[in-house]
């Protein structure tokens, strides 16, 4: 039977569009439109209900520590600035273990350089008049030697396609980790310089007639104290 009711031909229901009088105020609103709209106001409504209720509930006697370092700013709750958090050796430790990380990865990364730059062969004090290709597996091996015994020499046409990719790619990871370095270095000198800066004693900056080697970067003088 129920193979027959599917087998009829029924009239498609279709939910009718905004009349000609009312296009003024958009598309007309459908069941499943409604259904969103009516749970958001619903779920608004509750968030009240509930609010209210812990509001007429409350112990008057109670005390939280925000009631104090908190204050409210358009109605909204802000709590106090907490640049003042750690003391001045905290600080300096922070700093401390900040420049040792620092310091780490640009030691990392020249060691990763180092090695890169042996295996490409593109030390500027160590010219090499033969240049060392690496290969993955024995059928690229096979076929450099098969491009090289043709002509005796290996020319740059008859290097393998993958092989002139992957070559540009490590000379691109070379050129990329040596500007990470650089910029590595540049920070660990200005968080060098501001730990000095934190450190007691008298210090001025100088001007740039005063300084020897002219520079962007200030230049500090400590006073000169006398050690016992």
Same mark, same amino acid.
């Given at each position: 039977m129920s193979s027959l009711?599917?087998?009829? %031909? =029924? &009239?498609a229901h279709k939910e009718r569009a905004q009349p000609q009088s009312r296009k003024k105020f958009g598309l007309l609103e459908k069941h499943k439109?409604?259904?969103? =709209?009516? &749970?958001?106001? *619903?779920? #608004? !409504?509750e968030a009240l209900r509930k609010l209210k209720e812990k509001a007429a509930f409350r112990n008057p006697d109670e005390f939280y520590f925000k009631m104090i370092k908190t204050k409210t700013v358009d109605g909204v709750h802000r709590p106090e600035s907490q640049a003042n958090k750690y003391t001045p050796e905290e600080l300096m430790? @922070?700093? $401390?273990?900040?420049?040792?990380?620092?310091?780490?990865?640009?030691? %990392? !990364?020249? #060691? #990763?350089?180092e090695k890169l $730059?042996? @295996? /490409? *062969? +593109? /030390?500027?004090? =160590?010219? +090499?008049g033969n240049h060392v290709y690496y290969v993955e597996d024995k059928e690229e091996a096979k076929e450099m030697q098969s491009s090289s015994s043709k002509n005796g020499k290996l020319s740059f046409k008859d290097i393998p396609d993958n092989i002139k990719r992957k070559t540009a790619a490590s000379y691109r990871e070379l050129e990329a980790r040596k500007s990470r370095v650089n910029d590595l270095e540049k920070i660990y000198m200005d968080m060098s310089l501001q730990k000095e800066l934190q450190k007691k004693g008298k210090k001025r900056k100088l001007r740039e007639d005063e300084t020897v080697c002219p520079s962007s970067k200030p230049v500090y003088k400590w006073r000169s104290e006398r050690k016992r």
């Open positions: 009711r599917n087998a009829i %031909s =029924r &009239r439109d409604y259904v969103v =709209r009516a &749970r958001a106001f *619903h779920k #608004k !409504e430790l @922070m700093k $401390t273990q900040d420049i040792g990380y620092i310091l780490q990865k640009v030691q %990392s !990364e020249k #060691k #990763k350089i $730059t042996a @295996m /490409l *062969h +593109s /030390l500027d004090d =160590r010219p +090499s």
